[in-house]
């Protein structure tokens, strides 16, 4: 069973910064493919970001491209989400997921291609 821990997540004023990060089993961390989903309450789980293991293709929801960056330490079996320009309808709980395998880009913004998710971490935007 891979195993993801997400921290990082908290209370911040719009305009501000965060940074994710998602500590990862060694196996998961160094070879799988990984993504950062978001869900709002009473909203469904949307995609933000995903990485290859190399770290070589990134991939970004309109939403964030710009705003968000994700990028990985293979070494340290991590991966993180920095944002900047944080607003409102950013506030989620943030999760890590993770694939086996590489994800086509047709297919990396689809919850259900990750096997293996976080417990999440909360962000919260203030006005």
């Known amino acids: 069973q891979e195993q993801l821990v997400e921290s990082g997540g908290g209370l911040v004023q719009a305009g501000g910064s965060l940074r994710l990060s998602c500590a990862a089993s060694?196996?998961?961390?160094?070879?799988?493919?990984m993504g950062w989903f978001r869900q709002a309450p009473g909203k469904e789980r949307d995609f933000v970001a995903a990485?290859?293991?190399?770290?070589?293709?990134?991939y970004y929801a309109d939403s964030v491209k710009g705003r968000f960056t994700i990028s990985r330490d293979n070494a340290k079996n991590t991966v993180y989400l920095q944002m900047n320009s944080l607003k409102p309808e950013d506030t989620a709980v943030y999760y890590c997921?993770?694939?086996?395998?590489?994800?086509?880009?047709?297919?990396?913004?689809?919850?259900?291609?990750?096997?293996?998710w976080g417990q999440g971490t909360q962000v919260t935007v203030s006005p």
């Open positions: 997921a993770a694939s086996p395998i590489t994800l086509p880009p047709a297919v990396v913004t689809g919850a259900q291609d990750y096997p293996y």
């Open positions: 060694e196996r998961t961390g160094r070879s799988y493919f």
């Open positions: 990485i290859s293991w190399t770290g070589g293709n990134t």
